[in-house]
């Protein structure tokens, strides 16, 4: 895992270096915690450097959740025969985004950063996902501050070794409170497959709150009387009697008589009783 931003949290859940999957199976997990933030790239690198790797290595963004098969991307890489291979997902709409042009035969011909209408006929993005030799990682300088984006990927291009590699599986960049609310609730209702629990067992629910499409999470409180609809209750998070949530989500304490609708609630503040509010994030940054 490379780390830069509060690393402490992934220690403390996984406090033996060790993460046992539901299959039973162990994986050994391995911290590189920057000492400066370094960009995308120096991240990348440095924790590489930092485990000793040496051979063929696949990169995830953190914030994003995939239905990608892995081993697909893995094997598309080998087959390219270049030094870096790229996820690609269609969007509806490219212009908010880098939109990646490929040749017929999968090499990355260009990227384009938020197109203009006719300017791209692709509409693939970079899916955050990533498969390299460690070739790449010549072309990033020890512990300097490298973008993998604008300046790693554009180099590879230039070379003819940088592949793509498109697929239409699920696919959300949960790095946007909005985009980590719809990652959530399409865990519960079918949208990812089987549907997952949306009520911890040991949250506190009263038998008069109304719960809809919303994610309860472990040792949360909902007060009588309340109603959350399309909403997050993160752990150990709060809502008073008698309080409506929508849109929101929730990791402190809401007191009695709150409305919310599209707002988050950080870890440790607490709304007022009888407060309104909409699209507010709190605390303020």
């Known amino acids: 895992l490379a780390l830069g931003f509060k690393p402490e949290p992934f220690a403390e859940a996984f406090p033996d270096n060790v993460h046992v999957l539901s299959s039973g199976r162990a994986v050994r997990v391995h911290y590189a915690v920057e000492p400066e ?10 924790a590489a450097r ?5 051979s063929t290595f696949v990169v995830a963004n953190g914030d994003i959740v995939t239905d990608l098969p892995v081993a697909d991307l893995v094997r598309a890489h080998r087959e390219g025969g270049r030094h870096a291979t790229i996820h690609l997902t269609p969007v509806p709409d490219p212009s908010a ?15 384009v950063e938020k197109p203009a209408p006719g ?9 955050g996902t990533y498969v390299f030799e460690p070739e790449v990682l010549d072309l990033i300088p020890v512990n300097a501050r490298v973008s993998i984006e604008r ?21 959300i960049d949960a790095g946007r409170p909005e985009l980590f609310l719809t990652a959530n609730l399409d865990l519960i209702d079918g949208t990812r497959g089987t549907p997952e ?6 949250a506190t629910l009263a038998p008069d709150a109304i719960v809809d499409r919303s994610v309860i999470g472990e040792h949360s409180v909902v007060g009588a009387g309340s109603e959350l609809r399309g909403s997050v209750l993160l752990p150990n998070a709060t809502v008073g009697r008698g309080s409506t949530i929508v849109g929101s989500i929730v990791a402190g304490e809401v007191g009695e008589g709150v409305s919310l609708t599209d707002c988050v609630i950080g870890p440790g503040y607490c ?9 507010e994030r709190l605390p303020a940054p």
Do not use: M
């Open 271 to 279: 709304v007022p009783a009888g407060t309104a509010l909409t699209g």
């Open 50 to 54: 930092h485990c000793g790797v040496d």
């Open 119 to 127: 300017e791209t006929d692709s509409n693939l993005i970079n899916a």
């Open 151 to 171: 300046d790693t990927f554009p180099k590879l291009a230039a070379a003819n070794q940088l592949g793509g590699y498109a697929t239409d599986d699920y696919w």
């Open 37 to 46: 933030p370094l960009d995308t790239g120096g991240a990348i690198a440095f």
């Open 97 to 111: 985004f880098g939109v990646v042009e490929c040749n017929g035969d999968g090499a990355v011909r260009r990227f």
């Open 197 to 202: 629990p949306a009520v911890a067992s040991t």
